[in-house]
């Protein structure tokens, strides 16, 4: 019982840490594209709707991973969440240079589309949104995981739900809250990244941790 409680604190910890990653990653997103597609409404609109439907699609596809088999089982939730915090600090860590490598799409897009500000337009979302869509997706996934994994004690659900979105979306306010006014002053984008990153590797380090079954006593 003492083990599993303090599993349960362990992963609110951590959901909290994820949370505030999310907005980390959400604000640097937006402060790459203006570079190319200037501090315009449609650069903040274009990163917020590959984010949210990236959300949106990562809590869809665990949703059903997590789903009971015809056998009864499922995938460990735990482990699979530390999997993805794993893939979304490697997707930070490519983010930078990713963006830089496609950067001769935009310029061609625009010789292309110079004459047709829709069509740009849509190609620069298509684009913005393929790039940010994996991370994404995979931030939304981490929900539905970690829910699954603490609907195992029927007793504690309600209470155990409500505090573990609680505080993904505190985290989420305050790692918006120190971007803006503290990690990019200070830091700068890329390091500001390179922060999430690790931060997320770590997180899923640790969840790797918790997901291994307990030591047999002698």
């Not at 570079?35 to 917020?48: D, K, P, Y």
């Not at 981490?142 to 659900?157: A, G, K, N, V, Y």
Request: net charge positive.
């Amino acid at each position: 019982m003492t083990a599993y409680k303090g599993t349960r604190w362990a992963i609110f910890a951590l959901f909290f840490l994820s949370g505030g990653c999310a907005l980390v990653y959400q604000i640097t997103w937006m402060r790459l594209f203006r570079l190319v597609m200037g501090n315009t409404v449609f650069t903040s609109a274009t990163v917020l709707t590959a984010f949210m439907a990236g959300l949106a699609l990562g809590s869809f596809a665990a949703g059903r991973l997590t789903a009971p088999r015809r056998t009864g089982t499922s995938p460990n939730p735990l482990r699979a969440y530390a999997w993805l915090e794993v893939l979304i600090g490697l997707c930070g860590f490519v983010l930078a240079p990713a963006f830089a490598a496609i950067e001769p799409i935009y310029a061609w897009l625009y010789s292309l589309c110079a004459d047709a500000p829709l069509m740009l337009a849509f190609g620069r979302f298509l684009v913005s949104s393929a790039l940010l869509l994996v991370p994404a997706t995979l931030m939304g996934a981490t929900l539905p995981l970690l829910s699954h994994f603490m609907t195992q004690r029927l007793d504690r659900m309600g209470r155990d739900l409500g505090r573990l979105y609680a505080l993904n979306t505190l985290g989420a306010a305050l790692g918006a809250a120190l971007t803006g006014f503290l990690l990019l002053p200070a830091l700068g984008v890329q390091t500001t990244l390179w922060a999430a990153a690790l931060t997320n590797l770590a997180i899923g380090l640790a969840a790797f941790g918790l997901a291994r079954p307990p030591a047999p006593s002698a």
